[in-house]
Nanobody, 124 residues
Framework: QLQLEESGGGLVQSGGSLRLSCATSGFTLNSYAIGWFRQAPGKEREAVSCISSSEGTANYADSVKGRFTISRDNAKNTVYLQMNNLKPEDTGVYYC?????????????????WGKGTLVTVSS
């Protein structure tokens, strides 16, 4: 059974850093594209960053470019989201999601499996 579990969220001051982890099981990570998404209070869920299955090609939302970095360790079945220079508007529940996509291109749409999320709160 395909599972994803996020960790690493918490309360941090503006300008601080957090690293989120997405531990996966039940599937071969190197055949799946992985994405990080977030949902702020009262807002729709949005894509933050996604990474391809093989070459590690990534994309980022404009609001996090230069501050967030997505990476993957297929040997550890884990995907990370390093978040630096956090801002209050980064507050929300962060989810990782997966889609079978054994190609080198990046895809965020059509994710088929989701974790339960981890809360990130950035205070001003």
């Amino acid at each position: 059974q395909l599972q994803l579990e996020e960790s690493g969220g918490g309360l941090v001051q503006s300008g601080g850093s957090l690293r989120l982890s997405c531990a996966t099981s039940g599937f071969t990570l190197n055949s799946y594209a992985i994405g990080w998404f977030r949902q702020a209070p009262g807002k729709e869920r949005e894509a933050v960053s996604c990474i391809s299955s093989s070459e590690g090609t990534a994309n980022y939302a404009d609001s996090v470019k230069g501050r967030f970095t997505i990476s993957r360790d297929n040997a550890k079945n884990t995907v990370y989201l390093q978040m630096n220079n956090l801002k209050p508007e980064d507050t929300g529940v962060y989810y990782c999601a997966a889609k079978r996509w054994p190609l080198s291109t990046v895809v965020c749409a059509g994710m088929t499996s989701w974790g339960k999320g981890t809360l990130v709160t950035v205070s001003s």
